[in-house]
């Protein structure tokens, strides 16, 4: 008897108290897991969502019970949904991580035991994370405990972040102006991405009434190339073109700043006025739109 429930990874020990009497107890098994982890998005990028597969294997004769996954992600990712449950297991309690957790971690399963040495069973897990701003490039941590194991820790990988350019843009102006007088407006374009922001051209659309009158500053710490400036008197002013640099090792954005002043009719009403900005770089085939932003207030004059 105790041969054949070997093959179950157990074993059963028996003493006899009498003699028609057995006392027996039930042994379990080594349990032996292992665990990997792939990157299923190596190309994803900043403000992306990067896909992580995590194969859990039963290599041992015993059934593995409690099996929990934890996933400790580098800084700057966050779980967002878990996209894949399969493989041979069976879950006989439902754990599942909150979104936004830096921890998440889910359970809680049997594994069966091997069929063969050679042919494990297998528990396939697929999770979706947030790719933040700039991640660091520290390695992500996976861990599979269970009731009758020790830890088993999948070997840590570094989760791939494309290099790309990420803008914002930050626009302001010079409020309350008279008609007949001069708005003045401050376009700045910060760049906290890991690549530079290249062939960088912006457009101002001025409200009516509204013309171009003068580029009081171009500061930063861009760098121009080829030189568009706006034409006198103009409604859409438009500057190219720059490279706005990487985020500086200091953790300093890359900088672009525009100030420039606009000339408003005599005539005009009083009321808010605002503009709209557009920037366009990378030769991406979707500008980036900032509309009706940091309106000014015209008031007649005495």
């Given at each position: 008897?105790?041969?054949?429930?070997?093959?179950?990874?157990?074993?059963?020990?028996?003493?006899?108290?009498?003699?028609?009497?057995?006392?027996?107890t039930v042994l379990g098994g080594t349990v032996t897991l292992t665990a990997v982890q792939k990157d299923l998005s190596p190309h994803a990028s900043p403000r992306d969502f990067?896909?992580?597969?995590?194969?859990?294997?039963?290599?041992?004769?015993?059934?593995?019970?409690?099996?929990?996954?934890?996933?400790?992600?580098?800084?700057?990712?966050?779980?967002?949904?878990?996209?894949?449950?399969?493989?041979?297991?069976?879950?006989?309690?439902?754990?599942?991580?909150?979104?936004?957790?830096?921890?998440?971690?889910?359970?809680?399963?049997?594994?069966?035991?091997?069929?063969?040495?050679?042919?494990?069973?297998?528990?396939?897990?697929?999770?979706?994370?947030?790719?933040?701003?700039?991640?660091?490039?520290?390695?992500?941590?996976?861990n599979v405990s269970s009731d009758a194991s020790d830890p088993t820790a999948a070997p840590p990988i570094v989760l791939t972040v494309v290099p790309t350019p990420i803008v914002?843009?930050?626009?302001?102006?010079?409020?309350?102006?008279?008609?007949?007088?001069?708005?003045?407006?401050?376009?700045?374009?910060?760049?906290?991405?890991?690549?530079?922001?290249?062939?960088?051209?912006?457009?101002?659309?001025?409200?009516?009434?509204?013309?171009?009158?003068?580029?009081?500053?171009?500061?930063?710490?861009?760098?121009?190339?080829?030189?568009?400036?706006?034409?006198?008197?103009?409604?859409?002013?438009?500057?190219?073109?720059?490279?706005?640099?990487?985020?500086?090792?200091?953790?300093?954005?890359?900088?672009?700043?525009?100030?420039?002043?606009?000339?408003?009719?005599?005539?005009?009403?009083?009321?808010?006025?605002?503009?709209?900005?557009?920037?366009t770089y990378n030769g991406l085939p979707t500008a980036q739109t900032a509309a009706d932003q940091a309106p000014v207030t015209v008031v007649k004059g005495h």
């Amino acid at each position: 008897m105790n041969h054949g429930l070997r093959g179950l990874g157990v074993l059963l020990t028996c003493l006899l108290t009498a003699p028609s009497v057995a006392s027996c107890t039930v042994l379990g098994g080594t349990v032996t897991l292992t665990a990997v982890q792939k990157d299923l998005s190596p190309h994803a990028s900043p403000r992306d969502f990067k896909t992580i597969e995590v194969t859990v294997s039963n290599f041992s004769a015993s059934v593995a019970r409690g099996v929990v996954v934890q996933d400790r992600l580098p800084s700057q990712f966050t779980f967002v949904s878990t996209t894949k449950v399969g493989g041979d297991a069976i879950r006989t309690q439902t754990l599942e991580p909150g979104i936004g957790s830096p921890s998440p971690s889910w359970g809680t399963w049997s594994l069966p035991a091997a069929s063969s040495p050679t042919h494990p069973a297998t528990l396939d897990l697929q999770f979706e994370v947030a790719v933040g701003r700039a991640p660091a490039n520290t390695p992500n941590f996976v861990n599979v405990s269970s009731d009758a194991s020790d830890p088993t820790a999948a070997p840590p990988i570094v989760l791939t972040v494309v290099p790309t350019p990420i803008v914002d843009m930050l626009i302001s102006s010079r409020s309350p102006v008279a008609a007949g007088g001069t708005a003045q407006y401050t376009i700045e374009l910060r760049n906290t991405g890991l690549a530079a922001a290249d062939s960088v051209f912006v457009v101002a659309s001025l409200s009516s009434g509204f013309l171009y009158a003068n580029t009081d500053q171009l500061s930063g710490n861009s760098i121009r190339g080829a030189v568009t400036d706006p034409l006198a008197a103009s409604l859409l002013p438009s500057w190219g073109t720059w490279a706005i640099p990487p985020s500086q090792p200091d953790g300093s954005a890359g900088v672009l700043r525009i100030v420039f002043s606009c000339k408003v009719a005599a005539d005009e009403p009083a009321g808010q006025y605002p503009i709209s900005v557009t920037v366009t770089y990378n030769g991406l085939p979707t500008a980036q739109t900032a509309a009706d932003q940091a309106p000014v207030t015209v008031v007649k004059g005495h």
